[in-house]
């Protein structure tokens, strides 16, 4: 009996993934927790174990069973999340060395740290966030839900002699948004119709000869009433991805309140786009919700990158005043 609890709510979410129609809000918003229902499956297949060599019975075995196989189908579903496909962080297995450099030498690239936040309506810790972009030397940095008064503390934190270049959507309402780097962004006009403000830029970075086409993400959240809006959103970033001038680069980073178990955001992947935590084996680190009693469950963060870019690191940090983690990408760029 016991068993059959603790496999019932991994048996419900499975089904919710694999669905192929509209389910609907409350069931999107459930779908977040399926990782959480690999470990209960995996405490109820214990259980069932335990209990069909202490006293075996057909009905014992028979749960072990089901148990195992509902927990091999859960793993199928997140096995392309934790199994790295760059090979080990600094040397992408797909950044091939040219002939005549020995073997070890460093991926031919340009290296681009990029590191997205969603600072909340609270206020980020301006000291704590510089010092992260600081130490790990972040080139691009983008701040979903950025107010003046973060960006006045950040400015005061000594954001803009690290990171120059801006582009700005910020606002009182806490859905702005803003763009930093080492060198000029062009901004130009944010994503149109979102609920939150979606900053976007091109960048000229230097030893890349192709435009790197750069975009804040915050989608709107899957709650009653947004549903519609936040499907759209993740269509329209695809949309607009694809349509980006051919030749450039796209880095799309930030908040995408969704996670690889739901169908729009694998719908976001298959246009072309890599999500660099998948990359890097590291798609089930959760980034939502952080410094919170309740522990972080949704990996709702994301860094997405057009072909051409490598996925050379990820790293999910955990910094005060959000309740969101910030994502760190090392991209190489040719």
Excluded: C
Aim: no cysteine; net charge negative.
């Amino acid at each position: 009996m016991t068993a059959a609890v603790l496999a019932t709510p991994g048996a419900v979410l499975l089904v919710l993934r694999l669905v192929p129609w509209d389910i609907g809000t409350s069931w999107i918003q459930l779908v977040s927790f399926f990782p959480a229902g690999i470990i209960t499956t995996a405490a109820a297949l214990a259980a069932a174990v335990v209990a069909a060599l202490v006293r075996p019975r057909p009905g014992r075995t028979l749960v072990a069973a089901l148990s195992a196989a509902l927990l091999v189908a859960q793993f199928g579903l997140v096995l392309d999340r934790v199994l790295p496909l760059a090979g080990t962080a600094g040397q992408p297995q797909s950044a091939a060395l040219p002939a005549g450099v020995p073997a070890g030498s460093p991926p031919a690239g340009r290296s681009l740290t990029v590191m997205a936040l969603n600072v909340g309506s609270t206020g980020i810790d301006a000291a704590a966030l510089m010092a992260e972009v600081k130490n790990r030397e972040v080139d691009v940095l983008a701040l979903p839900e950025l107010a003046p008064p973060a960006l006045e503390a950040l400015d005061n934190a000594g954001l803009a002699s690290v990171l120059p270049g801006r582009a700005l959507d910020v606002d009182w309402a806490g859905t702005g948004s803003a763009l930093f780097a080492r060198f000029p962004l062009e901004q130009v006009e944010r994503v149109p119709g979102s609920a939150f403000y979606q900053s976007r830029a091109g960048a000229d970075v230097p030893e890349v000869s192709a435009p790197v086409h750069l975009t804040a993400v915050h989608v709107d959240s899957p709650h009653p009433g947004h549903t519609p809006m936040w499907r759209a959103e993740l269509q329209q970033l695809g949309e607009l991805w694809r349509a980006a001038p051919e030749g450039g680069h796209t880095i799309l980073l930030g908040d995408f309140n969704a996670t690889a178990d739901h169908r729009e955001f694998r719908d976001l992947l298959a246009r072309g786009l890599t999500d660099a935590a998948a990359t890097a084996g590291k798609g089930l680190t959760p980034t939502w919700p952080a410094n919170s009693p309740a522990p972080a469950f949704a990996a709702l963060d994301h860094v997405l990158v057009s072909p051409g870019i490598k996925v050379a690191g990820f790293d999910v940090v955990t910094l005060p005043g959000t309740d969101h983690a910030a994502v760190v990408a090392r991209l190489l760029l040719p």
